[in-house]
């Protein structure tokens, strides 16, 4: 059953445009024990929200899963996993943290309510609406 997801990154680290250039990446270095939980219930094929943190704070594009849950590479201590993504298709218009404030629909998105988290589930409808704002 296919999940959603969505995942935040700095642009000035690593940009959706970073992402379609590089035309996917393993997400690694997330060391939040709630995020790293999210990264493991992420199955192959699962759609992803790609949100740029920061002083945008927009969603900006769609992604998915092309490889689950591993040990990351990149964690010198402690378990940490990763997961692989690539990029679908920019969102026509970027969606706004405002804009999902705003909207009835998605006042419960973790977004909202945890805003910290890096990485976090989705509900197919919470997906959806955004991705027919962005549209």
Do not use: C
């Not at 969505?6 to 642009?11: A, R």
């Amino acid at each position: 059953m296919k999940r959603f997801w969505l995942v935040k990154s700095e642009p000035s680290s690593y940009s959706w445009a970073d992402f379609r250039a590089d035309g996917g990446t393993s997400w690694t270095g997330v060391r939040n024990y709630a995020a790293r939980n999210n990264l493991r219930g992420m199955g192959k094929g699962d759609e992803v929200l790609f949100y740029h943190s920061g002083e945008d704070k927009t969603v900006v594009g769609i992604a998915r899963v092309t490889r689950p849950a591993y040990a990351d590479a990149t964690a010198s201590e402690g378990d940490w996993s990763a997961v692989d993504l690539s990029p679908i298709k920019p969102l026509r218009q970027p969606i706004t943290l405002r804009q999902i404030k705003e909207d009835p629909r998605l006042k419960g998105i973790q977004l909202v309510r945890q805003s910290r988290l890096s990485v976090m589930p989705l509900a197919g409808q919470e997906f959806r609406a955004i991705v027919r704002m962005g549209d």
